[in-house]
C-alpha cells in the first residue's frame, strides 16, 4: 500500500489521530492531552466556524495564551479550509485593531482575561462578525456588536465536521504578522504547500522522530513557536507546551517531569540558563536537540551549553518569517566553524550577490537571496513591498527571496552573518558590521550580553553605540569596556557610546527590543 504524502497542515495531525488516538499529543502546563482529542475538538470547532458562514480562504484570528483552546483553534481552523492568523497575547489595542482591519478576520478566538484589549479593537474592525471566548463571556456579550460565544459551549455541543472542507496545496494557510520597517505590521501568506516543505525540511535536519518530545514555551504566534506545533503535528511526536519563560523554575522542572527531548531556544533564554548554570549547576541530560535562531548565537554561550545540555546535538540556524528557516548548521560543525550558521535548509538553494546583481566570491560580503518551495506568497495586500522581497528568478515566472541580509561565504562554502541591511552602521565614510563589534563585547569576561546600534551623529554619520549587561562582580565600567575594544578592532569600529544597562528590553519574540533601546540612548 502507497502511503498518502502529506500535502496540507492538517493532515498530519489527523493521519496521526487515527493511527495512534490515545498517544500524548500534548503535555500543556502539566495536563495531557490525546491525538483522538485534538482531532475531535478541531472538527467539532472547524464544524462551528461552518455554521457561522466562514468559507474557504476566510481569515480567522486566534488572540490567545499558549493553550489547549489556541492549539484546538490554529486546527480547527485549517479543517474549515481557512486561514488562521496567530497574533501574540502581548499585542495591545491599537495594534491589534489594524490586524484585524487589514486581515479582514472574520472571526476573533480569544481568552476572556484579554477582553479588555479586544472589545474596543473587535468594535473598530467590522469585518469581525462573531467573537468565540474562552472563559466568562459576559463582559463581551454586553459590550461587542458583533456576536459572541463561549467556545466551552461550542466543543461541548456542536457535532464534528463530516469531512474537512476542500482545499489544495496552493491556498493559504497562514498569515504570519511580522513587524515593518515602518512600523506597521505586515502579514506574510504561508501556503499550505510552503508550510508542510518547511517542516519536513526541518525534521530532516534535526533528524526528529515520532519518539521525539518536543519543549515549547516560546508563543505559538511567534513562527518558530509554530513551528514546533507543525513539526510535532506531522511526526506524531508529542510537544510539552508552557505559557512562557517568565518562571525559568517551572520550564526546568517541566523539562525533567517530561523528560523532553527537544530544546528550542533564542540568545536571550540561553543567557538566562548561563546565569542559572554559574549560579548553580545545572544539567538535563534527555535533551538530545538543543536548536537557535532569532538572533545570533553567541560563541561564548556554546561551551556552557555543552554542560548544561551533555548529550545533545546543538544546532545554530538563521531564518526569516518570509521562508521560516534559511540555513542551518551541522551540530558537528560546531567547534570547527563556530561563528556560521551552515548552509541552505534541504531542499533549497542560497546565493549572494551585490548590489548590483552580481555573484560574490568567498569572503566578500553580499546579500542573501533564497531558492526554494518555502518562500512566502507575498505580503498581504502589499504588492510594493512584496516586490522589494520577491524577485524574479533564472526561471520564467520563478520567485526568488530576496532577504536584504548581508552575508559572506567562507572557502568551503558556510555562510557567516554579517548584519541586516537596515542594521549595518555608517560611520566615517565606512560600514560597520555591529556583529564583528558584539562578538568582541561577548568574549569581555563579566559581560552577559551585548547589542550595538548605530545612533545618527551631524560629524561622523552614525555613532556607534554598544549596549551591556555586565555581571555585578566583574568591575567593568564604560572606559574599560571601551580599552579592550581599541585592542580588538579598528579605530573606526571602537563604540563611541558604551552604555550599561540591568536587563536588555525584549520583544514578545523573545528577541532584544533595538527600538526601545535606541529610544533610551537619545534619552
Sequence with gaps: MIK???????????????????????????????YGQLADGALRLASALVDHGVRRGDRVAIYMDNTWPCVLSTYGTLLAGAVFLLINPQT??????????????????????????????????????????AGDIAQAGQEIAAGVEALADIL??????????FTIPNDLAALIY????????KGVMQTHQSMVFAAWSLIEYLRLSEDDRIMLFLPLAFDYGLYQLLMTMKLGATLIVERSFAFPAVVYKRLIEQRATV?????????????????????????????????ALPVEYIPFLKKIFPNALIFKMYGLTECKRV????????????GSVGKAIPGTETFLLSPAGDAV??????????????????????????????????????????????????????????????????????????VEIENVLHGISGIKEAV????????????????????????????????????????????????????????PNGKIDKKKLLESGRA
Design 263 to 295: 530544546f528550542p531556544g533564542v540568545p536571550t533564554i540561553f543567557s538566562m540558563l548561563l546565569e542559572t548554570y554559574k549560579r548553580k549547576a545545572i544539567s538535563f541530560p534527555d535533551i538530545a536537540r538543543v536548536t537557535n535562531t532569532a538572533a
Design 452 to 507: 550595538v546600534i548605530g545612533v545618527p551623529d551631524a560629524t561622523l554619520g552614525q555613532a556607534i553605540h554598544a549596549f551591556v549587561v555586565v555581571a555585578e562582580s566583574a568591575g567593568l565600567t564604560d572606559g574599560k569596556i571601551k580599552k579592550i575594544c581599541m585592542s580588538n578592532l579598528e579605530n573606526f569600529m571602537i563604540p563611541q557610546h558604551v552604555t550599561l544597562v540591568d536587563e536588555m528590553p525584549q520583544s
Design 178 to 185: 511580522t513587524s515593518g520597517s515602518t512600523g506597521t505590521p
Design 361 to 434: 566570491g568567498p569572503e566578500t560580503p553580499g546579500i542573501l537571496h533564497v531558492r526554494g518551495p518555502h518562500i512566502m506568497a507575498g505580503y498581504w495586500r502589499r504588492p510594493e513591498l512584496s516586490g522589494q522581497m520577491l524577485k524574479a528568478g533564472d526561471l520564467p515566472g520563478e520567485r526568488i527571496l530576496c532577504t536584504h541580509d548581508w552575508f559572506k561565504y567562507d572557502k568551503d562554502g558556510f555562510l557567516y552573518f554579517v548584519g541586516r541591511s537596515d542594521d549595518i552602521i555608517k560611520t566615517r565614510g565606512e560600514k560597520v558590521s555591529p
Design 327 to 338: 540555513s542551518y548548521l551541522e551540530p558537528e560543525l560546531l567547534d570547527s566553524k563556530p
Design 92 to 133: 495591545k489595542q491599537e495594534k491589534l485593531r489594524f490586524i484585524l482591519e487589514d486581515s479582514e478576520a472574520a472571526i476573533l478566538i480569544s481568552d476572556s482575561h484579554l477582553e479588555n484589549i479586544f472589545i474596543p479593537a473587535v468594535n473598530r474592525a467590522p469585518a469581525v462578525r462573531t467573537v468565540l471566548v
Design 4 to 34: 498518502k504524502p502529506q500535502r496540507l497542515l492538517r493532515e498530519g495531525m489527523l493521519e496521526n489521530a487515527a493511527l495512534h488516538p490515545e498517544k500524548t499529543a500534548l503535555v500543556i502546563q502539566g495536563e495531557s492531552f490525546t
Design 156 to 165: 461541548a455541543h456542536t457535532p464534528p465536521l463530516k469531512e474537512p472542507v
